[in-house]
């Protein structure tokens, strides 16, 4: 019963600890969501849009990296790791339990937003519910895929696994657009291990670069699961010699 106790208690610290790890850039989204919401207020729909627009764009990107960043590597590099191992922890559960504790933590502020953006479908009526819903798949859907990235290159030790990770993001997306004309089955496999910057304008309702060999959950799935698969091995070959 103690157990389940201190695991129920760590996990609320470290929901808790999303917002005090990344109070500003937090700050931000909430205060960009509710000047949306004054914007709509006085008749300026247009902008009210456009700044809701970018609280759900920035917003999935910034809650996927600034939740995920160093969940692992801070600890190999300060030597904590090793703190928790003489605690006797079992290190690949213990980050694995903590990867999904920021997640739920992900989930918890998307909603937020979400809830302080829905003013704009009623009663303000800027936005549709359907414009809420494809906030919504992309807060979700965005911010979870990215912070698997970041915690895949986390578990690899990378000590600036944040900047690893839009690096990725970046070079991966302008490929994804410069092969996004070729066809053929090995491109196509080239396109799956690519930020799949198609299947986030399909699922968002936006349209896409070209119609996909793969259908977006496919796509998400075997990306989302790729990236914990590469984490969880490389999570493995990282806190080896604490074991």
Not at 40 to 48: T, Y
Not at 121 to 146: K, M, Q, R
Not at 227 to 240: C, D, E, H, Y
Request: proline share 2%; aromatic share 12%; hydrophobic share 55%.
């Amino acid at each position: 019963m103690s157990s389940w106790r201190s695991v129920s208690l760590f996990g609320l610290a470290e929901i808790v600890g999303v917002w005090r790890r990344s109070p500003r850039l937090l700050g931000v989204l909430f205060s960009a969501a509710l000047v949306a919401n004054g914007f709509a207020a006085v008749g300026r729909a247009e902008i009210a849009r456009e700044i809701a627009d970018q609280v759900a764009v920035v917003g999935a990107l910034v809650l996927g990296i600034a939740s995920m960043s160093g969940i692992v590597s801070d600890d190999l590099q300060t030597g904590v790791v090793n703190m928790w191992a003489q605690k006797g922890a079992r290190l690949r559960q213990f980050y694995l339990l903590l990867f999904l504790c920021r997640m739920t933590a992900i989930l918890l502020v998307a909603c937020g937003l979400l809830a302080l953006m829905s003013p704009l479908v009623w009663p303000l009526g800027v936005l549709e519910v359907s414009n809420l819903g494809t906030y919504a798949s992309y807060l979700f859907v965005v911010a979870g895929l990215v912070s698997t990235i970041v915690f895949a290159m986390s578990a690899a030790g990378l000590p600036r696994d944040s900047i690893g990770a839009v690096a990725y993001i970046v070079v991966s997306t302008l490929l994804a657009m410069r092969v996004a004309t070729y066809d053929g089955v090995r491109w196509e496999v080239l396109r799956l291990f690519l930020f799949p910057i198609d299947s986030i304008f399909a699922v968002t309702g936006n349209g896409g670069l070209r119609d996909e060999a793969f259908s977006p959950a496919f796509v998400f799935f075997f990306q989302c699961s790729a990236w914990i698969a590469f984490g969880v091995f490389m999570l493995k070959r990282s806190t080896r010699q604490y074991l």
